[in-house]
């Protein structure tokens, strides 16, 4: 029975790996391809050096702004978390039904429904699916593996209250995965990438105003007379 119990645990960790692997590899973000070219050959200066605009435009087109939207899913694990403890100091046997049934519901698909709000892939809302799923599974298997071999000793020696020890570590195995499922899904799943900033329009540098002034001379003969003139041009 023990080592069937490690078998299955083992086959459910490798599923939960290869989901959360795929999920994660889906919202990485690839660097520019042309991240490359920017050096220069021996004697010349780089495009970034000689104020290419056309090289700071490719840069800046290429550059995509990661935002974590995992708020949400905090908020719904922690109260799914909450409601058991709620439910079973309880003493109304329907509400702790009502209230453990929520908590379940609320756990498993809280996570990939906010995933699914915020337009993530169907990769990363089947990951977390996954993990939510299977590292409970996981941690049942576990706690099987382990009390087992106390519950076979116990009831060797005819204890009492044998079967005790599978109970209780299933439990801790179930508490355990939940919470590491939901820290790998807040802090590994739930970020989004946003488009790129819409570059700016090019502007030509703007000149000061200016003004040019130069003095005229002239001679003007009018009835036998030589009249002098004089005057100023202006330009702007």
Same mark, same amino acid.
């Given at each position: 029975m023990t080592g069937k119990a490690c078998f299955l645990a083992?086959?459910?960790?490798?599923?939960?790996?290869?989901?959360?692997t795929e999920a994660r590899a889906d919202e990485r973000v690839e660097a520019p391809v042309d991240g490359q070219a920017s050096q220069a050959?021996?004697?010349?200066?780089?495009?970034?050096?000689r104020g290419d605009p056309s090289r700071g435009a490719a840069t800046a087109a290429t550059t995509e702004h990661r935002t974590w939207y995992g708020g949400g899913i905090v908020a719904i694990d922690v109260l799914a978390l909450t409601l058991p403890f709620v439910g079973l100091s309880s003493s109304s046997g329907g509400l702790e039904t009502g209230l453990l049934g929520a908590s379940a519901m609320g756990y498993v698909f809280g996570g990939p429904i906010v995933h699914a709000a915020n337009g993530a892939s169907g990769s990363v809302? /089947? =990951?977390s699916f996954a993990l939510r799923l299977g590292l409970p599974l996981v941690g049942i298997l576990f706690g099987v593996a382990a009390g087992g071999p106390a519950d076979a000793s116990c009831e060797?020696? /005819? =204890?009492?209250?044998?079967g005790l020890a599978t109970v209780a570590y299933s439990v801790i195995g179930i508490a355990v995965g939940m919470v590491a499922a939901s820290v790998i899904d807040i802090a590994a799943l739930a970020w989004k990438t946003d488009g790129p900033p819409a570059p700016?329009?090019?502007?030509?540098p703007s000149r000061p105003p200016s003004l040019r002034l130069a003095p005229i001379f002239g001679v003007n003969r009018e009835d036998r007379r030589v009249v002098p003139t004089f005057g100023v041009v202006g330009a702007f």
């Open positions: 083992a086959g459910a960790l490798f599923l939960v790996g290869a989901f959360a050959p021996p004697g010349e200066s780089s495009p970034e050096a809302v /089947g =990951g060797a020696h /005819g =204890g009492d209250f044998c700016a329009a090019a502007s030509s």
